[in-house]
């Protein structure tokens, strides 16, 4: 089968860095988003990666290793505007997108 | 503003009522997909589409139907609601199968 691992819930504190990993077992490898949604609304798109090593965009960055069927979403200086939880989702072969459950992340102050 | 619309914004619905969510986008995007999002369980697709005229089934499409007869509007069906398909449901759609998705802002049914 296919499946996306991701941790359930993560706790962190305001001003910190927090590291979000992503495990993932898929038929094919085209690509890897990480989205953001807030509680209540629609995810939005935060990165794209399809080549391994780090995107790095503002204060997010993302990193790759398909070898290791491994990614991780990388938050600096957090802010309590970032809580929320955070999505892996994976384009297989098929180009079918496989998405994770979900990590939610909580900023404390 | 483009984007996608999603109406209605939620719905409280009888078992055995035949309901339609619907779903436009203004972004010229070749490929639509719908979504239900349940507790813990993540986003599953129901169905997709991935250029006017073709549609297909994804996860979970058992008790649903969509149809694209152009390229802006992508409704969902359920032809005769259970209780088990309260959720709340995204409509979203990219450029190309590999490109980002974007979400409209959710219909939350409750069917009881």
């Known amino acids: 089968g296919q499946n996306i691992d991701q941790p359930t819930e993560m706790t962190a504190t305001e001003g910190a860095i927090v590291q979000i990993n992503c495990t993932y077992q898929t038929s094919g490898f085209n690509g890897l988003f990480w989205y953001q949604q807030h509680a209540g609304e629609a995810p939005t798109f935060l990165s794209y990666?399809?080549l391994d090593g780090l995107e790095e965009k503002g204060r997010f960055s993302s990193f790759l290793s398909r070898s290791k069927g491994y990614s991780y979403l990388l938050l600096k200086e957090l802010q309590m505007k970032d809580s929320a939880s955070y999505l892996c989702?994976?384009?297989?072969?098929?180009?079918?997108?496989?998405w994770g459950a979900g990590t939610k992340l909580i900023i404390k102050p | 503003i483009a984007g996608i619309t999603q109406a209605p914004t939620s719905q409280i619905l009888a078992a055995g009522r035949r309901m339609t969510l619907r779903c436009t986008q203004d972004?010229?995007?070749?490929?639509m997909y719908w979504y239900r999002q349940d507790l813990g369980l993540g986003l599953r697709l129901i169905h997709y589409s991935n250029t006017a005229g073709t549609t297909g089934k994804g996860e979970v499409p058992d008790g649903y139907s969509v149809s694209r007869a152009n390229t802006d509007d992508f409704p969902l069906t359920l032809a005769s609601a259970v209780p088990s398909q309260t959720s709340v449901y995204f409509c979203?759609?990219?450029?190309?199968?590999?490109?980002?998705?974007?979400f409209g802002d959710g219909t939350r049914l409750s069917i009881l």
């Open positions: 972004m010229r995007h070749n490929a």
């Open positions: 979203a759609s990219s450029p190309g199968s590999n490109q980002p998705q974007h």
């Open positions: 990666n399809v």
């Open positions: 989702a994976v384009i297989n072969s098929n180009y079918q997108l496989i």
